[in-house]
């Protein structure tokens, strides 16, 4: 009896490439892209190309999460220490011969101008990840260590820039991993406590603290004027305290359902500084009000807890622990980006994921939700 065996057809062939994404993932994607383009066509409408120019970021970083969604976690892992390598090495050669712009030494030019910095973002969970995933099962303080080392390498590199911005970006993501990986609240705790009584000290003694002539040690002199600015904005309305107010001042008057598309008068008459990068959040208030802010915060919510939800059902160390340093990111940039335009916390150069333009930035967070995606797909693939 001769067995006759039917030629899959090209569909058939490639379907799997097309499907097993994360349905939810896509639709929170989807959302906040739909406001980042209504955001960005309103806010941006004078910046000349910049709303054509965001779209083409969108597209982009839709096809960098496309790519490596197909990437399974176990071939990132070989990448990790090859890219924390070669991250490091750039933001030595950034430190060596780096371009300097606006008193800042962040770029390098290889043919072309990059920004080392924004790869570590990545490079820095894979690597943490994938130490964390070597020493499964006999994990001690010293591989704690080693992994605090691993981290504290490239903050320095990008603090000294001075990024102060993405440094603590950088800071957030290795230290999640760290803490997915099972660190002690004995530890955990007393730092918090720690930095709490810092910023009680810092609020109750802002007077002294803040006072002409008075320098603090570590920060730079524009960093302390941007802690002492978000305890009193008032102090100089017209100068350092301007973009804070003028931010409150928008969020403030849309209300309930906003003054409508292209009708934000801060945005508009040009009172909101950075409206389509750092501060878009702020002419979005303006425009769309607290029943557009919900719309926002629902689509943040589902994209982290979703993300959440694929790292606890992750089925190795190194995709649990990846998949939850990503995740936590997206919810860091959204706290703080939206925290330093509601005058909550200090600003620093922190784009509201898939809302606010720029291009290296867009693909970054692309390739993140490439990750998550990566990831559930495999735990997929392990059940059937």
């Not at 330093?340 to 916390?345: A, P």
Request: charged share 10%; net charge positive; aromatic share 10%.
């Amino acid at each position: 009896m001769t067995a006759i065996f039917e030629q899959p057809s090209p569909w058939q062939r490639a379907r799997h490439v097309f499907t097993g994404f994360d349905g939810l993932l896509l639709a929170a994607m989807a959302v906040l892209g739909a406001i980042g383009l209504v955001a960005m066509y309103s806010a941006g409408y004078d910046h000349g190309t910049r709303f054509v120019d965001h779209a083409r970021n969108m597209a982009l970083a839709l096809a960098v999460t496309f790519v490596v969604a197909q990437v399974p976690p176990h071939k990132m892992e070989r990448l990790a220490v090859p890219l924390y390598t070669a991250g490091i090495v750039l933001l030595i050669a950034v430190a060596l011969f780096g371009i300097t712009r606006k008193g800042a030494t962040r770029w390098l030019n290889i043919g072309f101008v990059i920004q080392p910095s924004e790869i570590m973002k990545i490079a820095v969970p894979l690597m943490l990840a994938w130490w964390f995933q070597k020493r499964e099962g006999q994990r001690s303080a010293a591989d704690f260590a080693a992994a605090a080392l691993l981290l504290a390498l490239p903050v320095l590199l990008v603090a000294r820039q001075p990024d102060l911005g993405t440094a603590l970006l950088i800071l957030a993501a290795g230290l999640f991993v760290i803490f997915f990986a099972g660190l002690s609240w004995r530890l955990v705790l007393p730092a918090a406590l720690l930095v709490g009584a810092g910023v009680v000290a810092l609020v109750t003694g802002q007077e002294e603290l803040c006072g002409e002539g008075v320098r603090w040690p570590v920060l730079r002199e524009y960093q302390q004027h941007r802690v002492c600015t978000l305890l009193d904005p008032a102090r100089d309305p017209l100068g350092k305290g301007f973009h804070i107010l003028q931010g409150m001042i928008a969020i403030g008057s849309g209300g309930v359902g906003g003054k409508g598309f292209m009708q934000g008068t801060q945005t508009h008459l040009e009172f909101i500084p950075e409206r389509t990068t750092d501060f878009i959040f702020a002419a979005f208030c303006e425009e769309f009000g607290f029943v557009g802010v919900v719309v926002l915060l629902v689509a943040l919510s589902a994209l982290i807890l979703r993300g959440l939800a694929i790292a606890a059902d992750a089925p190795t160390v190194f995709s649990r622990l990846l998949a939850g340093a990503v995740t936590m990111g997206f919810f860091t940039y959204a706290f703080v980006n939206m925290g330093m335009v509601s005058g909550i916390l200090p600003v620093v150069g922190v784009p509201l994921p898939f809302v606010s333009y720029g291009g290296t930035a867009m693909v970054m967070l692309g390739l993140g939700l490439g990750i998550l995606m990566s990831v559930a797909r495999s735990r997929q693939l392990m059940r059937s």
